[in-house]
């Protein structure tokens, strides 16, 4: 039986007492996305410093959701928490604040618009629409 990074990571969670989420994970929730003319997006992710873990969650995302039609707010962004479970290093709420509001100012008055009009997520789910 051949060893995948996938085993490996597994087995290393499980040796330091981590849990691993089941199930559908981000990029069964992406496939299942439809986007529209005006669907923007913007990706970010939570990462420890130590241990370094290599590769970019938020990265992986935005070229996802990128290659699926999505038009990206700017790039990927990390933000940075103590151990897997938090809380977030001090001065991160205020950036994670600030990416917010920045991200909401980036929207054109026509795009604010629309999202009040659909009172919902801009993206739907296949099949679904927001209630």
Do not use: Y
């Amino acid at each position: 039986m051949r060893t995948t990074r996938l085993d490996v990571t597994l087995g290393s969670c499980d040796a330091q007492g981590w849990s691993v989420a089941s199930g559908p994970g981000i990029r069964e929730w992406i496939e299942e996305l439809e986007p529209t003319p005006r669907t923007a997006i913007a990706a970010f992710d939570t990462r420890v410093r130590r241990p370094r873990v290599p590769g970019s969650a938020a990265r992986a995302a935005r070229k996802h959701l990128r290659s699926r039609g999505f038009k990206a707010m700017g790039p990927p962004t990390t933000f940075w928490v103590h151990g897997m479970t938090g809380p977030l290093h001090d001065g991160e709420e205020a950036r994670v604040r600030q990416w917010g509001a920045d991200l909401g100012t980036a929207w054109s008055p026509n795009e604010l618009c629309l999202l009040e009009r659909m009172r919902g997520p801009t993206a739907t789910r296949r099949g679904h629409r927001p209630g």
